[in-house]
């Protein structure tokens, strides 16, 4: 997997969800490896210091208002907000190396498109490459068939909560040669994410891959949050009501394995970011990785095989 130095547009996670260039910030080196990022007797002390919890009930009405704090943060900031990332190709090779020929069609389902900054720079790029995209907000996904890129022939959009709506509604059965989920899964409690991984397993072909990047353990986003916005072990709640988990390797691994995909390339991405507004370099961490669908893997889908997305939808 590449890693090349990407551009300065991926979101933070502070207080309340910002892009990067809107606090003019701009990369200053990049490095991978293996480990954990250290911190300082400072931030350990900070981080030790938070033990109290939201409350049981905020956290209920969090994840049942989930979709709609999302909703509400695509009405606010429409297609403004976060920048293109024309980065992809160069950071996840395999979008260009999975193919045996040059002229190969490659389909490609981004889980969680947001307003399409990943889709349409791929699609303008590669002319051989059908995407579909889904998003757990229904905004979102109405910008995303507005855009003048958007071609039914070329991408198919839909709205979908990767956690209860089957894939399969919108993309046939091991379909899709790669998945990508950039920025998604940490905004998804961490007792669903296994579900929303074979969710997505089920309409990957065996052999596919999924490219994953997000926030990981100890970035500097995790270690801004005030008291009371802590709602488990690296799990958090911004000031607009949306989550934001931050990965270890080790957890995302595990979680990986458990939904049935084996690990390919699985390492922590360090970056140092001079915001020049506030007159800081911060430390960046994030989590780069690629898993693989075994060949021979069984499409058994778990708790949501046997019931449809309505019926889903009619118990919530």
């Known amino acids: 997997m590449s890693l090349t130095t990407i551009d300065k547009y991926e979101p933070t996670c502070t207080q309340s969800v910002k892009a990067e260039s809107q606090d003019e910030a701009f990369p200053c080196g990049q490095t991978t490896t293996a480990t954990a990022r250290h911190l300082t007797q400072e931030e350990l002390a900070r981080l030790s210091s938070e033990r109290a919890l939201v409350s049981d009930f905020k956290q209920i009405k969090l994840e049942k208002e989930a979709q709609k704090n999302w909703d509400l943060f695509y009405k606010r900031n429409a ?56 998003d757990f907000s229904p905004r979102a996904v109405e910008f995303v068939k507005k ?97 934001s988990y931050f990965f270890s390797k080790e957890f995302l691994a595990q979680l990986f394995e458990e939904a049935g995909f084996q690990s390919a390339v699985n390492e922590y991405v360090l970056r140092e970011t001079v915001n020049k507004k506030e007159g800081l370099c911060v430390p960046r961490v994030f989590l780069q990785s690629k898993f693989i669908k075994p060949a021979h893997s069984q499409s058994e889908f778990g708790p949501l095989s046997h019931r449809s997305s309505q019926e889903r939808k009619q118990e919530d």
């Open 79 to 134: 297609t403004n907000f976060f920048k293109d990332r024309h980065w992809t190709t160069r950071e996840f090779e395999e979008l260009r190396a999975c193919r045996e020929f040059e002229s190969q069609k490659l389909v490609l389902l981004e889980a969680g498109c947001g307003v399409g900054n990943c889709i349409f720079p791929l699609l303008e790029e590669d002319l051989n490459i059908f995407v579909y995209a889904c």
């Open 147 to 243: 855009n003048p890129l958007y071609c039914p022939e070329r991408c198919c959009a839909f709205q979908c909560d990767l956690t209860k709506d089957r894939l399969t509604d919108n993309v046939p059965e091991s379909s899709v040669d790669v998945v990508t989920l950039i920025f998604v899964l940490s905004a998804v409690h961490p007792d669903k994410m296994k579900l929303a991984l074979e969710n997505v397993s089920e309409v990957l072909k065996p052999g596919g891959v999924v490219l994953f990047r997000d926030y990981g353990l100890y970035d500097h986003a995790m270690l801004r949050f005030k008291s009371g916005s802590k709602l488990g072990d690296n799990f958090y709640v911004r000031q607009d009501g949306t989550r």
